[in-house]
Nanobody
Framework: QVQLVESGGGLVQPGGSLRLSCAAS????????MSWYRQAPGKERELVAR????????TYLDFVKGRFTISRDNAKNTVYLQMNNLNPEDTAAYYC????????WGQGTQVTVSS
């Protein structure tokens, strides 16, 4: 059974940090590009960051460049999103995506940035 399970979301004050994790099971995530998306209320889902199979070539939404870092541990079948200097505009549900053609999605983890 294929699963992507996100964790690490929560409530954080502006300027704070969170580290999201995405644990993959049922398939070998290291074979695929993995991505993080987010969706804020009333907005479309948008790509936040993407990482190649080898861990290089990270691509980032302009708004998060320099603040977010995507990484992966292929031995653990896990992808991470380190988020620093968070601001209220980063409030959203964050989703992990990967697999053949990006077929697999996690259930999402909520990130709320508020004072």
């Amino acid at each position: 059974q294929v699963q992507l399970v996100e964790s690490g979301g929560g409530l954080v004050q502006p300027g704070g940090s969170l580290r999201l994790s995405c644990a993959a099971s049922g398939f070998t995530a290291s074979y695929y590009v993995m991505s993080w998306y987010r969706q804020a209320p009333g907005k479309e889902r948008e790509l936040v960051a993407r990482i190649l199979r080898t861990g290089g070539g990270g691509t980032y939404l302009d708004f998060v460049k320099g603040r977010f870092t995507i990484s992966r541990d292929n031995a653990k079948n896990t992808v991470y999103l380190q988020m620093n200097n968070l601001n209220p505009e980063d409030t959203a549900a964050y989703y992990c995506n990967g697999g053949p053609g990006g077929a697999f999605w996690g259930q999402g983890t909520q990130v709320t940035v508020s004072s």
